[in-house]
């Protein structure tokens, strides 16, 4: 099995990157296991940010290092939260009030068009001049009231017209195999492989 230290600590995205990776014959190891603080995401793209979080594991590890920024872009916001999704209420980071304030940001608003959005960026080593790049995107609108009891984030507000339910309310393979971060991972293998 081949290391890689995921720069992330969110519960939601180890799972979908383990059942993702492991098949592959990846160890993903997350980077708070490793004692890696979280790294500053200061940049207004969500490559810029990706690209410093593996830059980051990768320096205080020694290990090749993926990381990801993705977000929901609201159509009727100007591609808000954007960036800003996880922390879209503020602080601390808590899905409910990102919700909330989404939903309260719409109030009223017949275009609930929105995406997905999800870059990977994969380093083998914290100067790599050639990180390995991968990005998906998943379309959809965003409801009124929340529905489901699965994913994270913005799932339970997330619809997606072609199952018929929101993303909280599709099982995890479904979501693997739909999702933004899906579509990035497999992207990112493709590219792994031919490397």
């Avoid at 993903?28 to 969500?46: D, K, R, S, Y």
């Avoid at 872009?73 to 996880?86: E, T």
């Avoid at 879209?88 to 929105?114: C, I, V």
Wanted: charged share 20%; proline share 6%; net charge negative.
């Amino acid at each position: 099995m081949n290391k890689i230290v995921i720069a992330s600590n969110n519960a939601g995205k180890l799972r979908e990157f383990h059942a993702l990776l492991s098949p592959l014959g990846y160890e993903p190891i997350p980077q708070g296991a490793l004692n890696v603080p979280e790294a500053e995401e200061p940049h207004c793209t969500f490559v810029e940010n990706a690209l410093a979080k593996a830059r980051h594991a990768a320096r205080l590890t020694g290990l090749p290092a993926l990381a990801d920024d993705s977000g929901i872009c609201v159509d009727a916001l100007g591609g808000a939260p954007g960036v800003h999704s996880a922390r879209y209420a503020g602080e601390p980071k808590a899905d409910a009030r990102n919700n909330a304030k989404l939903l309260a940001e719409l109030a009223g608003q017949p275009n609930r068009r929105a995406h997905y959005y999800c870059v990977l960026v994969f380093v083998r080593h914290a100067d790599d001049p050639q990180p390995i790049i991968a990005e998906g995107e998943w379309q959809g609108e965003i409801l009124t009231t929340a529905q489901g009891e699965g994913g994270f984030g913005y799932d339970p507000l997330f619809w997606v017209a072609a199952e018929q339910a929101t993303v909280a309310e599709l099982g995890a393979d479904i979501k693997n195999s739909l999702s933004h971060r899906g579509q990035a991972l497999q992207a990112l293998v493709k590219r792994l492989q031919a490397a």
